[in-house]
């Protein structure tokens, strides 16, 4: 059977394609790595997320070479499953989009255009996008409503134009201390705002409501309420979907993708032939593919005749930190607001969004804050130590354990800026190194750009104001080049130069007539925000465009 198309990956890149063209008539199938859960599979089991990796690959099958380039141009080596060093998210049905917190903030019009607003920064491979905001924006609205964002447009300095003044669905509940937030901000001259989520308060869309447990980073939702992959697109389309299916090469001629070689659970290969293959398995996994897949129309990898596949590896990162309020410093009800169960802190700020710094413009980002995570066994394994770092055991554990679990919570925030591109930064594939299927690892090269980490400490500074102007205690922060696992994209960036891009500005592969490619690889920039509500809109727009071309 020849199919119209076959999409590599089930996450916030594929599902978009499968649920559009299944639903057109066309003869779609998903070939996805993982396994197939659903709503039952799941619960807030801590060991089996926290402990055991039950929704990622073990490092000792499946491991990863990290190339770490550090301040003095120092490379270190490390192996994967040495280090317990993993680069592996959400691999099922769905992708990592099952695990996401579900944080969806737009790109603005300026994250299109950095090299021409911003001008080049040394080190960096900035560019601009070969498509506009206003491009992609009615496709921004669709993901609102197709996979449901829940909030309360306010607006502000740097609020995005958009063509529906609300999103479709009201804000979740929110905990009383978000009051104490907002009151700090205007204090200061802060614009705070209601974070957009990608999770629904009420029953929607075939889907039942938030149940407000408080556990959505990490863990995957029992009651559909998030918008993964999964359950807002994949379960409403009748792609055909085959669990359990490593891709491990595809093969082509001159001019274009004949088939995938994928492994199932016994490791007995199959192939899938396609008029048209669209690749959506991770940016890291997508760039190991394409370079695994070499032949000899191809001997640098698949459309990588220019050796741009697995460049300008990004991460949307920036750093983190915290504050604690204590019981003592609060009256009755202050303190029964605090201890409010379940109930989100859904607040962001983009007051430096762009900020001025000694007559020069900068790129700035956001900061969402949020309660430290519901799970126990991370918030108790912070209070093994006493003061002076000595690890503590017996009733003076204990009651420090429970005195931080019943008479103080912690306020969280994220910062997320631009990772600068660079030459420093990318994917390729370990000649010597083996995964459990003999294919060869992927080698992740690490370098986060210095100018990353002053607009970091930048937005942390106010954070850090908020929190000290809302009366917390023991507040601290750490502004670094560490990427975070779940937030990678570039490897396959998009341009109209086929010299110095591997896609066209429809995401299709310059040098191949048939492959597109649909996750975070396509983005040559990351803009200041977490990538997948933008990963969803573009996954959308290209839909059309092969829906066009089929037909």
Request: proline share 4%; hydrophobic share 35%.
């Amino acid at each position: 059977m020849i199919y119209d198309v076959c999409i590599i990956g089930s996450g916030a890149g594929g599902s978009p394609i499968a649920y559009e063209l299944s639903n057109a008539g066309f003869k779609v199938v998903v070939l996805e790595k993982g396994k197939y859960y659903t709503e039952k599979d799941f619960s807030k089991d801590e060991l089996a997320v926290s402990r055991r990796d039950k929704f990622t690959p073990s490092l000792k099958d499946e491991k990863h070479i990290i190339n770490e380039i550090d301040a003095d141009g120092k490379t270190s080596r490390f192996d994967g499953h040495e280090y317990s060093w993993s680069f592996w998210n959400g691999s099922m049905v769905g992708g990592s989009s099952n695990l996401m917190s579900g944080y969806f903030h737009r790109l603005k019009p300026n994250d299109f255009k950095l090299k021409s607003v911003y001008g080049e920064i040394e080190g960096a491979n900035v560019v601009d996008w070969p498509i506009s905001y206003d491009e992609l924006e009615p496709l921004y609205e669709k993901v609102e409503r197709v996979v449901g964002v829940s909030g309360s447009i306010k607006k502000h300095k740097f609020l995005e134009p958009r063509s529906t003044p609300q999103l479709p669905y009201v804000k979740l509940e929110e905990n009383s201390v978000t009051k104490w937030f907002d009151k700090a901000c205007e204090d200061l001259g802060y614009e705070s705002f209601a974070t957009p989520r990608a999770v629904l308060p009420m029953d929607a869309l075939k889907r039942n409501g938030c149940s407000y447990s408080n556990f959505c980073g990490s863990y995957a939702c029992a009651t559909g309420a998030k918008g993964s992959a999964r359950a807002a697109l994949l379960q409403k389309c009748d792609a055909k979907i085959i669990p359990e299916a490593f891709v491990y090469k595809l093969g082509s001629d001159k001019t274009s993708i004949n088939e995938a070689f994928y492994f199932d659970k016994d490791k007995k290969s199959h192939t899938i032939k396609a008029k048209i293959f669209v690749l959506a398995a991770q940016a890291i996994e997508s760039s190991r593919l394409l370079l695994n897949s070499a032949n000899k129309h191809f001997p640098n990898g698949l459309a990588n005749s220019n050796k741009q596949v697995g460049k300008n590896l990004i991460f949307s990162g920036g750093g983190s930190g915290e504050g604690r309020f204590d019981f003592k410093d609060l009256d009755k009800n202050q303190q029964e607001e605090l201890m409010q169960t379940g109930l989100f802190f859904n607040r962001s700020l983009q007051n430096d969004y762009e900020f001025e710094s000694k007559g020069k413009k900068y790129k700035g980002g956001t900061t969402d804050f949020l309660f430290e995570h519901q799970n126990l066994i991370s918030r108790v394994a912070r209070e093994f130590y006493d003061e002076e770092g000595n690890i503590m055991w017996g009733d003076k554990l204990r009651d420090k354990i429970h005195k931080a679990l019943t008479t103080s919570r912690k306020l969280s925030f994220e910062v997320f800026v631009d990772w600068l591109p660079s030459d420093k930064c990318f994917v390729s594939v370990d000649d010597k190194e083996k995964d459990k299927y003999g294919v060869n690892v992927g080698v992740i090269n690490l370098y986060g750009h210095p100018h990353d980490l002053k607009v970091g400490e930048h937005l942390a500074q106010k954070a850090v104001n908020i929190l000290e102007k809302m009366g917390a205690r023991d507040i601290n922060y750490s502004i670094s080049s560490s990427p975070p696992p779940n937030l990678v994209a570039g490897g396959c960036r998009f341009g109209d130069n086929p010299e110095t891009s591997v896609l066209d500005k429809n995401c299709k592969a310059h040098e191949l007539d048939n492959l597109y490619v649909t996750d975070a690889s396509f983005m040559p920039t990351g803009g200041s925000v977490p990538y997948t509500w933008t990963i969803y809109a573009n996954s959308f727009r290209v839909a059309e465009i092969i829906k066009k071309e089929l037909s």
